[in-house]
């Protein structure tokens, strides 16, 4: 599953929207994947995500795969709107 | 007995012993490893070691601070639970080294990848990496690092430099007063000494080298002296001094209730100044006349993003609410310079006190400047709103800035917000350029605050941070006080207040030389509002002004010290 949305909030994915992203996906079993500029870092790791340095405006791809994928992907989604990370595109 | 001398930036005397903020030994050899199962196993132990402490930090940090200033910690639990960096320390151990050398290897990996991104906030970032990595060496070590928040006894705190957060995160139940080997009177460790009200000498150079942890020391943060294992004669002076001190404290406390008013009956404002909504109960406590300079950037600083205008127009709210009507200067968000945030990215500069800076800064980036506008705007209903913009140069910045004022206060009344009718709108004047065209601003504005701090460094050309040139900045120079005294002027000239929030407005010195100007408002930090209340109780104007013109030929800043201390300061 895939899902490509847009960074709208002001620092871009710093500390505290990643933890925030981070958080809502380690308890899931599956794997989960951030692409960004042709790069793609493990969604679990905030050292990987944060070190994308993801800017405002930026387009980013959440993409997961594994048995719990769809429940995944609609917290994350839910994540990024109601926290105003981002909006989907 | 040993003493050391340093600068005193916030009075007071204090008796406790050393608390060193050192850094630990943390030195580690490369070790092969046999047992690695062992050696993972000590490794996850420290990282669960580590969570714990996060955890209680974040506790305290939330109680304390509240939830934006805590992400920071949350965010440190998760890099102990990070896949990625967990996986390269654990690949590293099932090589055969030991857990502290995995560790130092994959943190200096990451370090060096997030110092890779051209991006400041990111490469600030590194911090936290070295701040959580430390934490688990300290622990593979068996080594304590040294933590602020478990304090439990009365202790001085002896650092090498404290940030603006750390101090914020002192404790005065425990903390009696601190010293640093580097900073000044105006760096920020410095104003919030001040605001606290403990002793603080800084600028000491040698202090963490000769101090050790546990010595017992008497502070005497008002001449800048450091005294370690004192002999009894000199304990026995100093407890003197502390009586004495005790004694005009409470002969200041008497002015807590009266009006700040001359001897000759002349009424003027004496208020405070501040960083946080909570520092207002430190200004009402002492009766201050209102609040001459709220500076707004403590609003941003410290967290990980721009607040938004609900935070800041519940802040301004409270501020303006605890304040009871009385009157309240704002001063819009000044970055820049010194004041970095991390989340914001400023450029590197050559010169960054001449360079991108405070109301600048803001008409470059106006969608965070309305915001901060309509916060005001929409505080303003609730009590005796002034605002302020700092830094201004030109008559251009501030047409620029109120026109912006005005179109989001058109706005918000078109979307049904009450938004008061009085407020005031000035300027802090600070560069010499708009001191010396007061008379052309003073038809716009309806007030002027001398943010001396700032102009004193810009008159001399003398940065106050820079310990080579500090002899020049000078508060009584003939050209810093012929500057204040055109701004007085021209202000009156057109019906227009005066106030002063720069550290001169509680300079004892200073003092009768701002009353015989004419000086409206003095404003400064809450523990030399008494201070002040009772000394211009002593004098009288009438008398100060027929000073005034021998004051402004005399050539030099210690000719006028001189002067003033011999002619005007008045001693029971």
Sequence with gaps: MKKTFKITTPEGLHARPTALLVTAVTPFECDVQLAYNDKSVNLKSIMGVMALGITPESIITISAEGTDAEKLMQTVTDVIITKGIGEEC | ?572
């Design chain 2, 1 to 572: 007995m040993l003493e050391i001398q340093g600068i005193a930036v916030s009075e007071g005397i204090a008796f406790a012993n050393a608390y060193c903020l050192m850094e630990p030994d943390l030195s580690f050899k490369k070790v092969t490893i046999v047992d690695v199962p062992a050696e993972l196993k000590r490794f996850k132990a420290a990282v669960v070691q580590s969570k714990r402490e996060l955890q209680e930090i974040y506790t305290i940090a939330h109680t304390k601070f509240g939830d934006e200033e805590a992400a920071i910690f949350a965010a440190h639990q998760l890099l102990l639970e990070d896949p990625e960096m967990l996986a390269a320390i654990e690949a590293k151990i099932h090589t055969g080294i030991n857990a502290e050398y995995a560790l130092d290897e994959a943190s200096k990996m990451f370090i060096a990848m997030f110092e890779g991104i051209d991006n400041v906030y990111m490469q600030e970032r590194t911090a936290d990496i070295r701040d959580v990595s430390k934490r688990l060496l300290a622990h593979l070590l068996g080594v304590e690092l040294t933590d602020m928040s478990h304090l439990s006894s009365d202790v001085i705190i002896v650092a090498e430099d404290l940030t603006p957060s750390m101090t914020a995160q002192i404790d005065t139940k425990y903390v009696k007063g601190f010293i640093t080997d580097i900073g000044g009177r105006t760096s920020h460790s410095a104003i919030l000494a001040r605001t606290l009200g403990i002793p603080a000498i800084v600028g000491t150079k040698t202090a963490t080298q000769i101090i050790k942890q546990g010595t017992p020391i008497i502070m005497d943060g008002i001449n800048g002296k450091i005294i370690l294992n004192a002999t009894p004669e000199i304990s026995q002076f100093y407890v003197r001094q502390q009586q004495i001190q005790s004694q005009l404290q409470s002969e200041f406390d008497q002015f807590r209730s009266l009006p700040s008013i001359s001897a000759d009956g002349l009424h003027v404002e004496i208020a405070g100044n501040i960083g946080k909504p909570e520092d207002v109960d430190m200004i009402t406590s002492v009766g201050g006349d209102g609040i001459g300079l709220f500076r707004t950037e403590f609003l941003y600083m410290e967290r990980q993003e721009l607040p938004n205008e609900e935070e800041q127009f519940t802040a301004y709210r409270t501020v303006l609410e605890k304040m009871q009507g009385k009157p309240t200067i704002v001063r819009t968000l000044d970055i820049g310079g010194d004041k970095n945030l991390p989340y914001f990215q400023l450029p590197t500069e050559m010169n960054p006190f001449l360079g991108y800076r405070a109301i600048r800064i803001c008409l470059s980036h106006p969608e965070m400047f309305r915001t901060q506008l309509r916060a005001l705007l929409r505080a303003s209903a609730f009590g005796n709103l002034k605002i302020m913009f700092p830094m201004i140069a030109t008559l251009d910045e501030f047409r620029m800035a109120k026109a912006l004022l005005l179109e989001e206060k058109k706005l918000l009344q078109n979307e049904g917000f009450i938004v008061s009718e009085t407020i005031e709108v000035g300027i802090m004047i600070e560069i010499p350029s708009a001191a010396m065209i007061a008379d052309l601003f003073a038809k716009e504005v309806d007030f002027f605050s001398i943010g001396t701090n700032d102009l004193i460094q810009y008159t001399l050309a003398t940065d106050r941070m820079n310990e080579n040139v500090s002899y020049l900045y000078q508060p009584y120079h003939p050209a810093v006080l012929r500057l204040i005294k055109t701004v007085i002027d021209a202000a009156h000239h057109h019906g227009k207040w005066v106030g002063m929030c720069g550290e001169m407005a509680g300079d004892e010195v200073a003092i009768p030389i701002l009353l015989a100007f004419g000086l409206d408002e003095f404003s400064m930090t809450a523990s030399s509002i008494l201070k002040t209340r009772a000394q211009i109780a002593k004098h009288s104007q009438k008398d100060l002004i027929q000073h005034t013109e021998r004051i402004l030929i005399l050539s030099t800043a210690s000719e006028v010290e001189d002067y003033v201390r011999k002619f005007l300061l008045i001693h029971d």
